[in-house]
């Protein structure tokens, strides 16, 4: 049996010799099961519900000599919201390390985890200073990583061959989570819990702010995610890590969707519902705190701008990845 990631049913993780024997007397009983996996056995394949991680068979399927025959879908719990994140979270708890960058969405998953956290970053960074700040008022243990020019050029040297279509954003943050997950693969761990989801479920974005019809921008940006998994979930996997994602459980996006659209916003304060639960856990202070992209907050963004003109592109950072994709 070959398992990446992990797996549950009805709310227990399951070990490997768990798993063995439950499947091992009836396949499709994978097809309730929930967590983030792909799973291989015998001529048998499956991927989660949302496929968080990246697998030879369609998400949410369970494959027996490459036909379908089933479609995995965990049962759904009648969950609050904040019953639903802690749910998620503590499921995910039992190993690995939570990247904390400092904003509301990482900040609330490392406190209710309380696992490790690490930051990386250029020197003087926002995200450094950020999740310095927040693991030393919540006692959370904290090891940061400074990022110096020449580990984004090699970074970014290696992240441009993974997607030729990667846009220079993409490439951006995927530059961002190559630093990341090569970090905490050094500190020895595989699972890395994120915050990825929350702006797509609860309205981060600052162009979620003005938009004409909320609920339509959510829902394209939620399909979208599947690409952005994709792309995080590849880099990760340079380094052998995963990322883990509790936003993006199924019990969290089944509770997100009862919450009226038009109380993710107001009053400018974008993902509030998340940012009321989260004041009942960590300081106000932190819960409404707004933090920059990650490309931006770790100072990366920049590094790969000052890279291209350094290399003669003055006017196009496209053109400078262009560039090292022929090389």
Known sequence: MDLIGWVEYK??????????????????????????????????????YYGIIPGPCPAGTLSHNGRIIGTIEPPAEQLTLEEAIITAVRLRSDTGVTALSGGVDSTLVAYLAGLPCLSVGCTDSHDIRQA????????????????????????LSIVVTLDPTWSPVDVGIATSLFCISEYASELGYRRILTGQGADELFGGYTRHLHSNDLAAALQKDFLN?????????????????????P?????????????????????G??????????????????????????????????EIKRLARHNGYNTSVQDYINSLRRT
């Open 225 to 245: 995610l599947a690409n952005q998994v994709s792309r995080d979930q590849r880099t990760a996997a340079c380094h052998a890590t995963y990322l883990s994602m």
């Open 11 to 48: 709310g227990n993780p399951l070990n490997n010799a768990e798993l063995i024997t439950t499947l091992s007397t009836n396949p499709r009983k994978i097809l309730a099961c929930g967590g983030e996996f792909y799973l291989s056995w015998d001529e048998y394949k499956a991927r989660d």
């Open 132 to 155: 310095t700040h927040v693991s030393q008022n919540l006692g959370l243990p904290l090891q940061t990583r400074i990022i110096n020019p020449r580990d984004i050029e090699e970074a």
């Open 247 to 267: 936003y993006l459980d199924t019990r969290v996006v089944c509770a997100a969707s009862q919450v009226p659209v038009g109380e993710l916003i107001m009053k």
């Open 269 to 302: 304060v974008r993902k509030r519902p998340l940012r009321i639960i989260a004041a009942r856990h960590i300081p106000a202070e932190f819960a409404y705190y707004e933090k920059k992209a990650m490309q931006y907050g770790t100072g990366i963004w920049k």
